[in-house]
């Protein structure tokens, strides 16, 4: 008997877990209606967003407890309902329709009534707002969904939060300026954008239905390329948003965008190790205390941030019209596997960019290792990455001639590599010798 339920359990977990990738992404998957729709934290987006008084406050905390506590008694139901099921799944023999339908009808009914408890809940806090906060509702519920529904990205750029932005940088737009402008209409675009990328996302609460269909059917491909453009819209009124504020912003445009587009484009924009150290060269005591050698780094400094620019630039582009193809491929591809076609491998264009990158700032180490000496340099954090190790009697036996080194290109070296990667016989190897292959 205890095998039997073993067996029982293990089996409605498949299903359960069987399901869960069956309805795809969205509010439908098995993880997100097992979580809150709303947690306590999120009260003070209500307290803060609609100005409510102490007393409503209050009253909105108990609101919180009483949908906490009926999710909770929710959920405790449904995983009930699954365990009977699983200790009952005996009775429908072979057929495996009426397993399937009889261990997710209880998930169907939790994933409504999860949904109704969000709702109420809205609605509960709504009924207690005085006029003042009812007309600051609509924009209020935007700057809710923005804040539940705006992670839910994929592409670079589809997750900023302007507002976020706009707020850890300590710019408030003046009510009524072309900034305050912008900014509101970035709202209202973002706003029926979400909601195109939420219908487009989400399937319901149909999963047997999702289960038995062919996951590759037109019906799918037309619903995933549904969801894509809605993804693609989201990044681009995000994107379009950041140039027009930054042109808006004046003096503090250039920061507002850096910090928009690197919380976006992360792969792109963040720090680099090189620009680190020259962080630590420009704060060094002894370059601090030397003029002529602090404005020769600060020179050379932004001599690399142009170059680094100019690459991010590309990056930035290359980033933006590549992850759509790149998308828009495996849609393709699913289509292919079941036709039995072979399936297509786009080239990355973007591993090239990054590698012309990591040798830019590898060439703008050694320019700054010329500058201070190696004294200095040797001081400055990060800067053991860029200084060539001392090679083992091992690893300097298989590095003389007919040692047969094996280089970072596959090809065969026999000597040792100076600190720009530039060979003793003239050629240049794919990956100086001694450095990591960091992101540079």
Not at 90 to 110: F, N, Y
Not at 225 to 237: K, N, T
Not at 275 to 283: K, N, S
Request: proline letters at 3%.
């Amino acid at each position: 008997m205890p095998r039997l339920d073993l067996f029982r359990r293990t089996a409605a977990c498949g299903l359960l877990w069987t399901a869960s990738a069956a309805m795809g992404q969205g509010l439908g998957t098995l993880p997100e209606i097992m979580k809150p729709e709303y947690f306590s934290r999120d009260l003070l987006l209500f307290i803060e967003g609609l100005k409510l008084t102490d007393e409503q406050a209050a009253i909105s905390e108990m609101i919180f407890e009483d949908y906490e506590r009926d999710f909770q008694r929710g959920l405790d139901g449904m995983n009930a309902n699954v365990t009977t099921v699983a200790n009952t799944i005996e009775e429908h023999g072979d057929d495996k329709r009426a397993i399937v339908t009889a261990v997710l009808s209880p998930i169907q009914d939790w994933a409504r009534q999860r949904d109704v408890l969000g709702r109420q809940l809205i609605e509960n806090v709504r009924i207690i707002l005085d006029d003042q906060q009812q007309a600051a509702w609509t924009s209020f519920t935007r700057q809710l969904e923005r804040e539940k529904m705006l992670p839910d990205g994929t592409l670079s750029g589809e997750t900023t939060n302007i507002e976020h932005v706009l707020r850890d940088l300590g710019i408030h737009p003046a009510e009524g300026s072309a900034v305050a402008g912008s900014v509101h209409q970035w709202e209202l675009a973002l706003a029926e954008a979400l909601r195109r990328r939420a219908e487009a996302t989400s399937q319901g609460f149909n999963i047997l239905e999702q289960i038995e269909s062919d996951n590759a059917n037109e019906q799918d491909i037309t619903r995933r390329r549904a969801e894509l453009r809605a993804r693609i819209e989201v990044r681009d009124i995000n994107d379009a948003a950041i140039e027009e504020l930054t042109a808006l912003l004046g003096s503090e445009g250039e920061a507002f965008r850096h910090e928009a587009l690197k919380r976006g484009y992360g792969g792109v924009f963040r720090t680099t190790p090189v620009q680190r150290l020259f962080v630590a060269a420009l704060e060094s005591e002894k370059v601090v205390a030397d003029a002529a050698l602090h404005s020769a780094v600060s020179e050379l400094y932004a001599e690399f941030l142009m170059e680094l620019g100019e690459l991010n630039a590309k990056l930035l582009t290359t980033t933006r019209s590549f992850e759509p193809e790149l998308e828009s491929m495996k849609i393709d591809n699913r289509q292919r596997r079941v036709m039995g076609e072979h399936r297509i491998k786009l080239e990355d264009p973007i591993r090239p960019l990054k590698q012309e990158r990591r040798e830019l700032g590898i060439r703008y180490a050694q320019l700054l290792r010329d500058l201070l000496g190696d004294d200095i340099f040797a001081t400055l954090d990060g800067a053991a990455r860029f200084i060539p190790r001392e090679r083992t009697p091992r690893e300097e036996n298989a590095a003389r001639p007919g040692g047969g080194s094996i280089k970072a290109s596959g090809q065969v070296g026999s000597g040792r590599d100076d600190f720009l990667g530039k060979k003793r016989g003239g050629q240049q190897p794919s990956k100086p010798s001694g450095l990591s292959g960091g992101n540079n």
